[in-house]
Structures are given as C-alpha cells and as structure tokens.
C-alpha cells in the first residue's frame, strides 16, 4: 500500500496532554493482576458501596417504562433541578432557582464545560499545586495555558496569597479551587471562601470551586456561595459521585448566576445531551435521602481510615489527622526519594498500590495517598503485606 504524502496526526492540543495517569496505572495492576498478583489498590476514589436502596428501586421502576428512553433536556429534567436546589438550601444554607443550576454528566466533564466556555486560547487558568489533573488538562483542551499556584503543608495546604497577589494576573480569566482539598484533605474555612472571592471580585478572575468531597468525612458541609456576593464571581461544581455512592452514574452539577449557567450551557448543549430520565429521578429521589444515611456511610469511612492511618504509620509517612474526604495523604519520609519511589517499590514487593503525590503536581512530589474505597478486610491485608515489607 502506498505512504500517503500528508500521514494523519492529532490535533496540536494533544502535544501538552498525555493519557491520564490512572487510566495507564490501572491498566497495568489489571495485567498484574491477570498473571496472579493479587494486587490491592488503594489507588483510585471509586466508592465501592452502593447508592442508597431506595435510589436503585427507583432507577429499576423507571427504566421499565415504554416511554423512559428518548432525548431529555440539555439542562436535566425540572425535577432533577428542584431536588439539586433543595438538597443546596438544606445542606449548604444557599437558595438556587433553576436558571441557577445546570444538571452535569459527571463533574469532571463539568471541568472541560466550564474551561471552553471561559477560555480563550493564550488566557491563562490558575491551577493548584497539587491539585487535580483534570484542571491542567482542561484548560490545555481549551487552549489556554495552566498555570500552578502553590499550596503548600507549612500553609494548611491553602493559596499563599501573598505569592498571588504579586503575581502578573493580566491574562488570567479563571481559577480552579477545591475544599476539602484533593488529594490533602485541607478542609474548607469560611475565610477561606471568603478570600477567595473577594480576590476573585478584585481581579475580575472567575473562581471556579470544586466541591465533591464535603460529606465525606466532615461534620461541616460548606459552599462557597454561602459567601455574601459570591455568585457574581463563582461557580461551584458538586457531584452525587462521592456523596452519594453514585461515580458511574455520572450525575453532577453546576450552580452559578444564570448568565454564567447559559454560558456553559452553550457548551454542553453542543457537545453532549440531557442524561437518561430514570437516572435523574433516581438521582432526585438521592438528593431527598435523610441525614442518618450520609452518617451511615460516614461510619464506614471512619472504620476504614483508622486502618489507613495505621498504613501510614507503618511506612513511616507523616499526616494531618484533621483530613477530610475519602483519602489520607501524607509525607513520604527520608528513607524513599519521592512518593514515587515509594509507590512502585510497594507494588512490586508487596503488591499494594497507592498513588503518587507527584501526580498531582510538583508540591507533591514528597507524598502519598491511600484511598479509603476499599472494604475493612482489604485494608487489613494490606497493613499486614506492609508490615511484612517493612
């Protein structure tokens, strides 16, 4: 067959992107684990409990019904926005309406959403350092150019705003935010939410603040729109993903001003459609659950991070025991280089993984993080693979 003369190539904004890191990770526990290694990842934040019953019931009763399958709207189903809009009034002590409240596949997809629709190519996105990586690749996606603000553990892992203030802000239109943190747990502060709206407000920069882990955990759910004068400036992300037992369902959502929710609309509408109906009225009837259920599901975590700080304290690995969230993260020690180091010596000797503090960016490098979406006997197993390695 003859060589064309002009060979296909991808497009430019693929040159600064690579696979995601977790895609390639687990591609290859997978073949470990196919040749017989048994290996146990407390890699990845997956809930591996189910939504509550109630909300599968719901999604079988719907999905039996001839009329359940055709299109549905870009912006969900009125419902699905009611109970989005209650469940913020209940929770987070904040008051939405509909044009307020844009229904997500997925939080994460919400990202790239939020990036085309206020991103022009040579603008520029703060990002955090570490913080997580679908920011970075958002914003490349969109053409813009990510650039990393540190937060740093002598500073809680919170902005150095001081750093911020002096730097050149000129062509920044966006900045990602996400308490509690991922991947350190920082949990959030009304003064934090504050500070970063009224920078936000002084620089005429968008914050964007990433809100999935605030039932995980934590005693205290907050949203940044609590903040008096917030939704000029801010948009909050928040998904049933975590919350509610629900990441592969995919149902998220987006909550700012309503010139800012049909903005992002414009996106969505072009790029995706409205989710399937009896997945947003299960996702509906979730949002209703009572708080018992939430405190249930708190309780696991609970059982299952004390075996992870047990983990950590076998590895020698320094950490905040104020985290919040479905992860641990701490401080690798001198023994090992990097969390890296660390990371692959323990897949390959005692066939635990957990993730790199690398991967989150450069102020991670010395870290870890243990995923506490594993069941109580797996965890056990791998303190005991670890004190065996140790």
Same mark, same amino acid.
């Given at each position: 067959?003859?060589?064309?003369?002009?060979?296909?190539?991808?497009?430019?904004?693929?040159?600064?992107?690579?696979?995601?890191?977790?895609?390639?990770?687990?591609?290859?526990?997978?073949?470990?684990?196919?040749?017989?290694?048994?290996?146990?990842?407390?890699?990845?934040?997956?809930?591996?409990?189910?939504?509550?019953?109630?909300?599968?019931?719901?999604?079988?009763?719907?999905?039996?019904?001839?009329?359940?399958?055709?299109?549905?709207?870009?912006?969900?189903?009125?419902?699905?926005?009611?109970?989005?809009?209650?469940?913020?009034?209940?929770?987070?002590?904040?008051?939405?309406?509909?044009?307020?409240?844009?229904?997500?596949?997925?939080?994460?997809?919400?990202?790239?959403?939020?990036?085309?629709?206020?991103?022009?190519?040579?603008?520029?996105?703060?990002?955090?350092?570490?913080?997580?990586?679908?920011?970075?690749?958002?914003?490349?996606?969109?053409?813009?150019?990510?650039?990393?603000?540190?937060?740093?553990?002598?500073?809680?892992?919170?902005?150095?705003?001081?750093?911020?203030?002096?730097?050149?802000?000129?062509?920044?239109?966006?900045?990602?935010?996400?308490?509690?943190?991922?991947?350190?747990?920082?949990?959030?502060?009304?003064?934090?939410?504050?500070?970063?709206?009224?920078?936000?407000?002084?620089?005429?920069?968008?914050?964007?603040?990433?809100?999935?882990?605030?039932?995980?955990?934590?005693?205290?759910?907050?949203?940044?729109?609590?903040?008096?004068?917030?939704?000029?400036?801010?948009?909050?992300?928040?998904?049933?993903?975590?919350?509610?037992?629900?990441?592969?369902?995919?149902?998220?959502?987006?909550?700012?001003?309503?010139?800012?929710?049909?903005?992002?609309?414009?996106?969505?509408?072009?790029?995706?459609?409205?989710?399937?109906?009896?997945?947003? *009225?299960?996702? /509906? $009837?979730?949002?209703?659950? @009572?708080?018992?259920?939430?405190?249930? #599901?708190? !309780?696991?975590? &609970?059982?299952?991070?004390?075996?992870?700080?047990?983990?950590?304290?076998?590895?020698?690995?320094?950490?905040?025991?104020?985290?919040?969230?479905?992860?641990?993260?701490?401080?690798?020690?001198?023994?090992?280089?990097?969390?890296?180091?660390?990371?692959?010596?323990? *897949?390959?000797? /005692? $066939?635990?993984?957990?993730? @790199?503090?690398?991967?989150?960016?450069? #102020?991670? !490098?010395?870290? &870890?993080?243990?995923?506490?979406?594993?069941?109580?006997?797996?965890?056990?197993?791998?303190?005991?693979?670890?004190?065996?390695?140790?």
């Amino acid at each position: 067959m003859k060589t064309p003369s002009n060979p296909a190539r991808p497009a430019r904004r693929l040159d600064d992107i690579s696979e995601y890191y977790f895609s390639r990770k687990l591609a290859e526990i997978a073949a470990m684990n196919a040749s017989g290694a048994d290996v146990i990842s407390l890699g990845i934040g997956s809930p591996d409990n189910p939504p509550p019953r109630e909300v599968i019931d719901c999604l079988r009763e719907e999905a039996t019904r001839r009329d359940a399958h055709g299109y549905q709207p870009y912006a969900g189903t009125p419902g699905l926005r009611a109970a989005f809009s209650t469940w913020y009034a209940r929770h987070y002590r904040v008051t939405l309406d509909a044009t307020e409240i844009l229904p997500l596949i997925g939080s994460k997809e919400g990202i790239t959403h939020v990036s085309l629709a206020f991103l022009d190519p040579g603008d520029e996105a703060l990002v955090p350092d570490p913080g997580y990586p679908t920011y970075r690749s958002a914003s490349r996606l969109a053409g813009a150019i990510p650039v990393p603000y540190d937060l740093r553990e002598d500073h809680g892992w919170q902005p150095d705003w001081e750093a911020l203030e002096r730097a050149d802000l000129s062509r920044v239109k966006l900045m990602w935010a996400n308490y509690p943190n991922m991947p350190t747990g920082a949990p959030a502060t009304r003064e934090l939410f504050e500070r970063l709206v009224d920078f936000g407000r002084r620089h005429g920069i968008v914050i964007c603040h990433d809100n999935p882990y605030s039932f995980i955990l934590n005693e205290h759910p907050a949203s940044i729109l609590e903040v008096e004068g917030a939704r000029e400036w801010c948009i909050e992300l928040n998904s049933l993903s975590k919350s509610h037992n629900m990441p592969g369902w995919r149902v998220a959502m987006l909550a700012s001003n309503s010139r800012f929710v049909e903005w992002v609309l414009k996106v969505k509408s072009n790029v995706d459609s409205g989710q399937f109906r009896p997945v947003m *009225l299960a996702a /509906a $009837r979730a949002l209703s659950v @009572p708080d018992e259920w939430y405190a249930s #599901n708190n !309780r696991v975590y &609970a059982a299952r991070r004390e075996i992870a700080e047990q983990i950590m304290t076998t590895l020698g690995c320094a950490f905040d025991p104020r985290q919040a969230g479905m992860f641990l993260w701490g401080r690798v020690p001198d023994r090992w280089n990097d969390g890296e180091e660390l990371s692959d010596e323990l *897949l390959r000797r /005692a $066939r635990v993984f957990i993730t @790199p503090g690398r991967v989150f960016g450069e #102020n991670g !490098r010395r870290h &870890a993080r243990l995923s506490l979406c594993r069941e109580e006997e797996r965890l056990r197993e791998a303190l005991q693979r670890i004190v065996q390695f140790m």
